[in-house]
């Protein structure tokens, strides 16, 4: 089954009128036991699609995985973000563009083209993982939301 948008603001909605904390870090904490997995997921499938000479892969592979809930709002919402110790500019590179200096020098930059969708091809056949395990959190919550009513 997937869960979609609303079944998220619904459960979102239901967690923020019970106005109960510890429910809402266990459901964080549900969250991002989902999130981590998944963003870790993408880097190891990411990391070879990018050249291995210069040592770019292997950055893109030691990226670091983080993650954000938002249950309050409008949006309720899990953002998996990807980051480098370098801080390279992941978004062009996943629309398959690479801008670096020619070797090594500052003054003179090139647009070196990659395969694109390095990160969102790996991000989209995660989803129905993600989709499923979030289903089966916001179940657990909800029965939790239930059994205290």
Do not use: C
Not at 58 to 68: E, L, N
Not at 118 to 139: G, K, N, V, Y
């Amino acid at each position: 089954m997937k869960v979609d948008a609303e079944d998220f603001q619904r459960a979102a909605r239901a967690l923020n009128d019970a106005g109960d904390a510890g429910l809402r870090r266990e459901v964080y904490k549900e969250l991002k036991a989902i999130g981590k997995p998944v963003g870790q997921a993408v880097v190891a499938d990411a990391a070879p699609r990018f050249p291995h000479r210069g040592g770019l892969s292997a950055r893109i592979a030691a990226a670091r995985v983080g993650q954000s809930n938002a249950t309050t709002g409008r949006s309720p919402r899990v953002t998996v973000n990807l980051s480098t110790r370098e801080g390279y500019a992941l978004g062009p590179m996943d629309r398959g563009q690479l801008r670096h200096p020619v070797f090594g020098n500052k003054k003179r930059w090139v647009t070196q083209r990659l395969d694109p969708g390095a990160f969102t091809e790996p991000f989209q056949e995660q989803a129905p993982r993600a989709q499923a395990a979030m289903l089966r959190a916001l179940e657990r919550v909800a029965l939790q939301v239930r059994s205290r009513t």
